[in-house]
């Protein structure tokens, strides 16, 4: 789930900024705290939890004043991607100003885990997978987060008990087999003939494979539709 977050924030509580001739570092924190509080706010209504600590800024910070508008905070990397995202800050105007305010945010959400060590080409089942809270932008190839899309999968890799579910660490198993009998199907616009066939190699739903046709003994490459399932089209 990758957000980014525009908020502009109307300086409400800025009168003494709009009344004198600059910006300071505190007008900034104000901003970029208000800015994270509606962060964690939203997320929280979709069961994520959020820590963050602002950095800081030298409080010898004059920047020209902010027009009543107000000013724009947006991140300036995605959250969802990094624990220690930035935040852009910046004023439109006769005089206008951008600058970056560091942030240290954990993002916790539930996630799929391995519920014990597990060996690579290990076929996904469900008293394998666990659920636990993770901090979920820590982990940059992102989670997986849909049981049933997880399971059947194979591992491309042995994993520890604990380990998040990420799209690189499964991938989908074979579909066939070599040796296996497969069902050819032969098509031609809405015509489809189908005939009996052996595969003579391993391969995956959407990967070509080469087919013995049992009937002609002729070699011929499908691709593989579904499990025992491969196409020509004609």
Not at 29 to 35: N, P, V, Y
Not at 114 to 124: E, I, K, N, Q, Y
Not at 186 to 213: D, H, I, M, Y
Request: hydrophobic share 40%; net charge neutral; glycine share 8%.
């Amino acid at each position: 789930m990758r957000i980014l977050i525009t908020l502009t924030l109307i300086l409400f509580y800025s009168a003494t900024t709009l009344g004198s001739e600059k910006t300071e570092a505190s007008d900034i924190l104000a901003a970029g705290q208000l800015f994270m509080e509606e962060f964690v706010e939203t997320h929280a209504s979709q069961g994520f939890d959020a820590e963050y600590t602002l950095g800081n800024l030298d409080p010898r910070l004059a920047l020209a004043p902010c027009p009543e508008d107000g000013i724009d905070v947006s991140f300036s990397s995605d959250p969802w991607q990094t624990t220690q995202p930035s935040l852009m800050v910046s004023c439109q105007g006769k005089r206008p100003w951008r600058m970056y305010l560091s942030v240290s945010l954990d993002i916790y959400g539930d996630a799929l885990i391995a519920a014990r060590p597990l060996s690579r080409g290990d076929r996904l089942t469900a008293a394998m997978v666990a659920t636990d809270r993770v901090v979920v932008n820590a982990i940059r190839r992102g989670t997986i987060t849909d049981r049933e899309q997880l399971l059947g999968l194979e591992l491309k890799r042995s994993v520890n008990a604990g380990t998040p579910f990420t799209p690189d660490l499964v991938t989908s198993p074979d579909a066939v087999a070599r040796g296996d009998h497969v069902m050819i199907t032969a098509r031609s616009g809405s015509f489809a003939v189908k005939t009996r066939g052996k595969a003579l190699a391993n391969a995956r739903v959407g990967e070509q494979v080469l087919v013995e046709n049992l009937s002609s003994a002729r070699k011929i490459r499908a691709r593989v539709t579904g499990p025992g399932q491969v196409e020509i089209t004609m």
